[in-house]
């Protein structure tokens, strides 16, 4: 798995390192001839071993403005999903980049394994969260669908260099705490998420029920 999203993120990526504490997942890379950092066992969330890693590979004299970070338990991201993150950098003053998807079902809209995000008007995320947002005045639950077009959130991140040194640095908010989002820790602090869309839906590996899954969509 690691290995299929190593070579789909090569596709459209300059370098692409995999970060990793675990012994059994830096020899697999190894084996199959890709770039490997070994990080800490004690990181909270996929930014923090990915600013080490970042942190890591540019002590070594790799420069690079924009670190990509991709789940690698997401094989079947596409290479046109990093495309399209990549490209909110054209815009000077980007910090952090995101991607959304419409939400094409009601199931998928009262999910809160499925966080919703709004936007303003530039295509910066206002706002993430576990919940329906927004709320539809004067109109019953089932009919909100219809009423607004909400956006998924899809968990791919791209920061500037600089930016992803500083948020890891950042202390626990209580909005984060409560949704149990780490980008709300960054919208608290003022930093801005640009967004774009992707009409791709990522498939995580989490569960065996998930791999079984995986398995018949391949």
Known sequence: ???????????A?????????DDRIYSSVKAFGGKVVKTSPTH???TDRCAEAAHIIAADKNEFDVVVNIQGDEPFIKPVQIETI???????GIQIATLVK?????EELFNPNRPKVVLDNAGDALYFSRSVIPFVRGEEKENWFEKYN???HIGMYAFLSNVLQEITQLEQTSLELAESLEQ???????YKIRTAETLFQTVGIDTPEDLEKALQLF
């Open 1 to 11: 798995m690691i290995q299929w999203v190593y070579e789909n993120a090569l596709k």
């Open 13 to 21: 990526l300059e370098q692409v390192w995999v970060a990793t504490d």
């Open 44 to 46: 909270q969330s996929g």
């Open 86 to 92: 990549k490209s909110c950098f054209k815009e000077e």
């Open 102 to 106: 419409k939400i094409d079902t009601r």
């Open 150 to 152: 909400y956006w998924a």
């Open 184 to 190: 709300l820790r960054w919208l608290e602090n003022g």
